[in-house]
């Protein structure tokens, strides 16, 4: 099967720019920040929420990092100015976590002072698991300080129900989900089931002490469960969303919208979409099997 998936990749690379644009254009709202608002607006109406992310991640200098901070303060300028209901995702790499901690801190707090003037919240992503460690430092650092910040935790990586227990005094307010990187089976469980049984003892010990959670998947499954485990609980709406990509699964996400559950669309922009949607194949191929599977029209 991964046989087939590194064809299917080196299949996408070898097509056109333009092509690519066409099939990747699903997953992204587009070039400008506007076509994110654009986005933004339209879901609202429907009811939905948005997280709005610009896209970019290994930057190697400073400066790209403030300036992709800076891009981060203008979505928040425009969550304001356009009442959207959004809040902000970032990757903590795009801020300059392998740069300089310190340094990537002061940016965070930058965007966390101007969240906190607008009543908005701010995600820190989470990617490989080179950086599982740092973020959550930052994480905790910043959480001192700030109460609209949150971050993420993935269902395949082994260390995860120990590291949500680990955050339970931090009161954190997660996103959980499956995990997107490719990493090595000493860390990370292989198998769906391992993965979803993680997810629902992740999701469990969240529901059960009271945390929020972003339950960021578009497998039917686990939303299913998560349904039986938000009614075997009692857990009130206020402490959980269903979380999912844009692009991915609008038939689920409409019919959780409908069943009166809070549903927030993960909306990255940016002119990085290439770089970006070729990075993703690669890291995980099973996402350019399902850009093919549209491409033709299947299922
Ligand atoms: C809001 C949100 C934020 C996320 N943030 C992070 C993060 O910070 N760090 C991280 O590592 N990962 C993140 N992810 C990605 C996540 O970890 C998974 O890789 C991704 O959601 C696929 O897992 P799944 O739970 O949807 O289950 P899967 O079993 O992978 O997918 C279930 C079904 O959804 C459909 N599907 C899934 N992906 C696609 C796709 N790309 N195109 C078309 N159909 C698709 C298919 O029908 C598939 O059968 C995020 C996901 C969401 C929804």
């Not at 070039?31 to 992310?53: F, P, R």
């Not at 965070?108 to 599982?132: G, H, P, Q, W």
């Not at 938000?230 to 857990?235: G, T």
């Not at 909306?267 to 290439?274: L, N």
Request: hydrophobic fraction near 40%; glycine fraction near 4%.
């Amino acid at each position: 099967m991964s046989y087939i998936n590194n064809l299917i990749v080196t299949f996408v690379q070898l097509l056109p720019k333009s092509i690519v644009r066409v099939f990747s254009g699903k997953y992204i709202a587009g070039d400008t920040l506007q076509d994110a608002v654009s986005l933004t607006l339209e879901l609202n109406k429907k009811g939905i929420y948005t997280t709005i992310d610009v896209l970019g991640e290994d930057i190697s200098t400073r400066d790209e990092a403030i300036y992709a901070k800076n891009e981060c303060s203008k979505i928040l300028d425009a969550i304001k100015k356009f009442k959207l209901k959004s809040n902000l995702s970032i990757k903590p790499t795009q801020m300059g976590l392998m740069l300089d901690s310190d340094f990537c801190y002061q940016q965070l707090s930058e965007l966390l002072d101007k969240a906190v003037a607008i009543d908005n919240f701010v995600r820190i992503d989470m990617e490989d698991s080179n950086t599982t460690d740092k973020t959550f430092a930052l994480y905790k650092r910043l959480r001192q300080k700030y109460n609209n910040v949150g971050v993420v935790v993935q269902s395949y990586l082994k260390r995860t129900l120990p590291d949500v227990k680990s955050l339970l005094p931090f009161k954190t307010n997660f996103r959980l989900c499956k995990g997107i990187y490719i990493e090595p089976e000493e860390i990370a469980f292989k198998s769906k089931n391992e993965i979803r049984k993680n997810y629902l003892d992740s999701l469990r010990f969240m529901l059960q002490n009271d945390l929020y959670v972003g339950i960021a998947t578009h497998d039917e499954y686990l939303v299913n469960e998560s349904y039986k485990m938000i009614k075997e609980l009692n857990v009130s709406v206020n402490k959980f969303e269903f979380q999912m990509l844009l692009g991915v699964r609008e038939d689920l996400r409409t019919k959780i919208n409908e069943d009166g559950y809070k549903v927030r669309v993960y909306v990255p922009f940016g002119k990085d979409w290439y770089a970006y949607s070729i990075r993703r194949l690669k890291e995980n191929p099973q996402v350019a099997g399902h850009i093919v599977k549209n491409l033709f029209g299947l299922k």
